[in-house]
T-cell receptor, first 114, second 112 residues
């Protein structure tokens, strides 16, 4: 089952604008990660934020985490057409068996119009 | 450094058949996880292998099984295929020291 939900499900913006995607989750986590997927291909890791961090930056990406609200946001600044993709948040937790598992949301489909 | 590879790229099977998907992990990674991604959905965790043993499983029936080999490559086997098994199957490798998972390009399975 899905851990949480991304919001919005789809987002269309003009090149140069900022894109903000939100993610909510349900259970305790070790960390939260954001991944990107182009056209049904493999996922590419973008950024990881640990449960004791509130904000993290990587290039044009900014991620926030609010564990009290069980939510995270991904901001892509100065978007480019090449940013067009689906973006997924994934919460990480260690199971009783010792495996580290990722639980993904349904994703936000971002379209950046040139 | 070689990335995660998966084979085949696409596969078409009929209901009731069996299928084997393969994954080669990234150099230095001894943990492999398998995910199923239905159209329009996020990936769902099937199971994880570490040092040739299954050490975690998602909500999938026993007809989904796997193997990991001494070189850390892995196989996903699905028996008695059902129409709902049609999906993109993703393999991801990782190091026990890191939380980031590195995904392969996936195998698109279609069950008719």
């Amino acid at each position: 089952s899905q851990q949480g939900e991304e919001d919005p499900q789809a987002l269309s913006i003009q090149e140069g604008e900022n894109a903000t995607m939100n993610c909510s989750y349900k259970t305790s986590i070790n960390n939260l990660q954001w991944y990107r997927q182009n056209s049904g291909r493999g996922l590419v890791h973008l950024i990881l934020i640990r449960s004791n961090e509130r904000e993290k930056h990587s290039g044009r990406l900014r991620v926030t985490l609010d564990t009290s609200k069980k939510s995270s946001s991904l901001l892509i600044t100065a978007s480019r057409a090449a940013d067009t993709a689906s973006y997924f948040c994934a919460t990480g937790a260690t199971s009783g068996a010792g495996s580290y598992q990722l639980t993904f949301g349904k994703g936000t489909k971002l379209s950046v119009i040139p | 450094e070689t990335g995660v590879t998966q084979s085949p790229t696409h596969l078409i099977k009929t209901r009731g058949q069996q299928v084997t998907l393969r994954c080669s992990s990234q150099s230095g990674h001894n943990t492999v996880s398998w995910y199923q991604q239905a159209l329009g959905q996020g990936p769902q965790f099937i199971f994880q292998y570490y040092r040739e043993e299954e050490n975690g499983r998602g909500n999938f029936p026993p007809r989904f099984s796997g193997l990991q080999f001494p070189n850390y490559s892995s196989e996903l086997n699905v028996n008695a295929l059902e129409l709902d098994d049609s999906a993109l199957y993703l393999c991801a490798s990782s190091s026990p020291l890191e939380y980031e998972q590195f995904f392969g390009p996936g195998t698109r399975l279609t069950v008719l």
